[in-house]
């Protein structure tokens, strides 16, 4: 198994060019998560999704947009960055249901916004 | 919402030493705690979870203890090598299926 995949690995964009960030899970968890970590702002919850079909904002959602596309995937949107949205980006999946909390995190997506 | 606080130091100990790391939390008590481990360039990987109604939980050198009393966990590692180096998150459920992270603490272990 791969676990939780998230392409590209890096990514340089000039301020208010658009992008989509991919991950991708093979553990058929229920739960995905997108989050970004600045130094010292810890990771932040930007939008989730507790099951196929559905999203939520998290703690910092605003510049994003998201899209579930399936159980396994589920895209970050960014339409027209910004300088704040340097960033690494983490992707998570997790199973779901009562004792299964742990989350499983991809590598992340280091994000530069010029 | 919930606030987390670990310490923002990073804590230098020597190989075979133990080292304690602190979590302590404001507002509600939480369902269970986690600990992660991030090395850097890498995502955090889970080590363990304790749940409130459990003082102490262990896994090999690791050990956490929750005391809801005090709104805190600490988190152990015993007879700690130079590769238990890495920067360690403490989070919390802050909802039915997320979590809240603190800002981590990193550890150094030298030889």
């Known amino acids: 198994n791969a676990g939780v995949t998230q392409t590209p690995k890096f990514q340089v964009l000039k301020t208010g060019q658009s992008m989509t960030l991919q991950c991708a899970q093979d553990?058929?968890?229920?739960?995905m998560y997108w989050y970004r970590q600045d130094p010292g702002m810890g990771l932040r919850l930007i939008y989730y999704?507790?099951?196929?079909?559905?999203?939520d904002k998290g703690e910092v959602p605003n510049g994003y947009n998201v899209s579930r596309l399936n159980k396994r995937e589920f895209s970050l949107r960014l339409e027209s960055a910004a300088p704040s949205q340097t960033s690494v980006y983490f992707c998570?999946?997790?199973?779901?249901?009562?004792?299964?909390?742990?989350?499983?995190f991809g590598p992340g997506t280091r994000l530069l916004v010029l | 919402s919930q606030k987390i606080e670990q310490n923002s130091e990073a804590l230098n100990i020597q190989e075979g030493k133990t080292a304690t790391l602190t979590c302590n939390y404001t507002?509600?008590?939480?369902?269970?705690l986690q600990w992660y481990r991030q090395d850097p360039g890498r995502g955090p990987v889970f080590l363990l979870l304790?749940?409130?109604?459990?003082k102490e939980k262990r896994k090999e050198r690791l050990k956490v203890t929750f005391d809801t009393t005090l709104k805190q966990s600490l988190f152990h590692i015993t007879a700690s090598q130079p590769a238990d180096s890495a920067t360690y998150l403490c989070?919390?459920?802050?909802?039915?299926?997320?979590?809240?992270f603190g800002k981590g603490t990193m550890l150094l272990v030298s030889p």
């Open positions: 999704s507790a099951s196929e079909g559905t999203t």
């Open positions: 989070a919390l459920n802050s909802g039915y299926s997320t979590l809240t």
């Open positions: 304790i749940r409130e109604n459990e």
């Open positions: 507002n509600y008590s939480p369902a269970y």
């Open positions: 553990m058929n968890h229920n739960s």
């Open positions: 998570a999946s997790r199973r779901g249901g009562v004792s299964e909390e742990t989350q499983y």
